[in-house]
């Protein structure tokens, strides 16, 4: 779909006009308010729509009119969801070309441009009938910058998207490697499965001795023209989680493929910085893997040791996200940094607690994990703070490790967090738990089921 922006709208022909309206007001075009709101009664409330033939009395064929609700609550991420409706409904009547006019004084291109590229995806690779798309799209009253910006969230989204959306057939470490490999402006490393042992990243090395597909530890930097913070963020990249020996049951094996969620979103924010040129220098890192059962799998009871020495007792196989999260926080904090972020689908816990509507986070610094807070508010995204409490700890304790890889079933999103915290060292450090909200089994809001393209919007706004 091509995204246009154009101040003169009066003259353009098109399929379908859209335009907003606030409620209990009327619109920015007489035949629209004749028929709709004096005739019909169409209010205006968020997310309603109204569709009317025009007859050739104006340049487009129909006008589309999006309820904005009341106007003193109009944001950047309710125009979002209004211009996402907007393209559900033209996709629906197979619209291809559509001009937004919205009567609005702010600058909302950015926002509008994520929302129409959101509500326009579909992963229909593997099908035979395609999904229905818009050809073109133009935006009046927003600056072409601000669309542009949007348009690079936007595709940065997708591709997230798309990659999580892929079968683990596709998406192997190998796959994900290759990738990272082809980013412009990113300088990439990526360490085999000898490199990987010579660094000491035993921990991340069992959990990927299971599977036929070699593990892949990627090292991605972008360095801006003048970097004013160092910030890495990581993935988990666990491209397919069977489980390992203490096997998933088929159920809750089916959507595993998304287990690589995080990297997903990794490479994606690292794709978009060459576009946004932020003055930052950061570093994006994925150790990539599949946790499988075979001869060779980790077994419960086996005694691990990460890259800063640290052992660890396995007490479930089924527990390997922290393994490879250990050992790539380890190698994060080597590197002079000023931040870590790391952002995975990692505990049931965190689903269990807050859902689809919201990811879990936390840190060792308030003052981070609040900014990520407010971020990902303006982004769109949720964030809820879970407690840290030195308590967790207590339910980590090993009789013949420094530590055991899970805790008590209450409270494991925050333990796992706690666990996590054993391999940060002198660095501020935030953790994003999107195990509710990177996967999707029926539509919300703005999203269709499948993968959602969640930390994208939001860290790449942090960065910025």
Not at 211 to 218: L, Y
Not at 325 to 342: K, N, P, R
Not at 403 to 429: C, H, I, P
Request: with cysteine; hydrophobic share 40%; proline share 3%.
């Amino acid at each position: 779909m091509e995204i246009k922006v154009s101040q003169e709208v009066k003259d353009i022909k098109t399929e379908v006009l859209v335009i907003g309206q606030f409620e209990g007001e009327k619109t920015s075009q007489e035949l629209a308010n004749t028929y709709a709101v004096e005739k019909d009664g169409f209010e205006g409330k968020f997310g309603t729509t109204y569709l009317l033939h025009t007859f050739g009395k104006i340049p487009a064929d129909k006008i589309l009119i999006v309820g904005l609700g009341k106007k003193e609550e109009v944001d950047a991420n309710k125009i979002r969801e209004a211009v996402a409706k907007a393209v559900k409904k033209l996709k629906q009547i197979k619209a291809k070309k559509a001009c937004f006019d919205f009567d609005i004084n702010c600058d909302y291109g950015k926002s509008a441009a994520i929302g129409a590229l959101i509500a326009d995806y579909a992963f229909d690779k593997y099908k035979s009938e395609k999904a229905e798309h818009l050809d073109e799209i133009t935006f009046a009253r927003f600056s072409q910058k601000d669309v542009d910006e949007g348009i690079i969230f936007g595709e940065a989204m997708k591709f997230a998207r798309d990659l999580a959306n892929e079968p683990a057939q596709f998406a192997t470490p190998s796959k994900l490697a290759d990738i990272a490999q082809h980013l412009d402006g990113i300088t990439t490393k990526v360490y085999d499965r000898d490199a990987i042992e010579r660094m000491g990243m035993g921990a991340y090395l069992a959990v990927a001795q299971g599977s036929v597909q070699p593990p892949k530890f990627i090292h991605m930097k972008y360095t801006g023209k003048n970097p004013k913070k160092k910030i890495a963020i990581i993935g988990k990249g666990i491209c397919f989680d069977s489980g390992g020996l203490d096997i998933k049951p088929p159920s809750s094996m089916l959507t595993m493929k998304d287990d690589m969620s995080g990297a997903a979103c990794v490479l994606a924010v690292m794709q978009a910085l060459n576009k946004l040129q932020p003055d930052a220098e950061v570093h994006g890192i994925i150790a990539a893997c599949e946790n499988m059962p075979s001869g060779s799998s980790y077994k419960p009871g086996d005694i691990l040791t990460a890259k800063n020495g640290k052992t660890i007792e396995v007490d479930n196989t089924d527990a390997e996200g922290r393994l490879t999260l250990a050992d790539a926080l380890c190698f994060a904090c080597e590197l002079g940094i000023d931040e870590v972020i790391d952002i995975a689908t990692l505990t049931g816990a965190c689903m269990v607690a807050l859902g689809t509507v919201a990811s879990g986070i936390m840190g060792n610094n308030e003052d981070m994990i609040s900014r990520l807070i407010e971020t990902g508010k303006d982004s769109g995204e949720t964030f809820w703070q879970l407690p840290m409490f030195k308590e967790y700890k207590d339910s980590l304790k090993s009789d013949i490790a420094d530590m055991k890889n899970t805790g008590s079933r209450y409270g494991g999103a925050s333990a796992a967090g706690v666990f996590l915290q054993e391999f940060v060292k002198d660095v501020k450090w935030a953790h994003i738990d999107i195990a509710g909200t990177a996967y999707l089994e029926k539509p919300q809001k703005e999203l269709i089921a499948g993968a959602t393209g969640v930390g994208v919007r939001t860290l790449l706004n942090y960065v910025k």
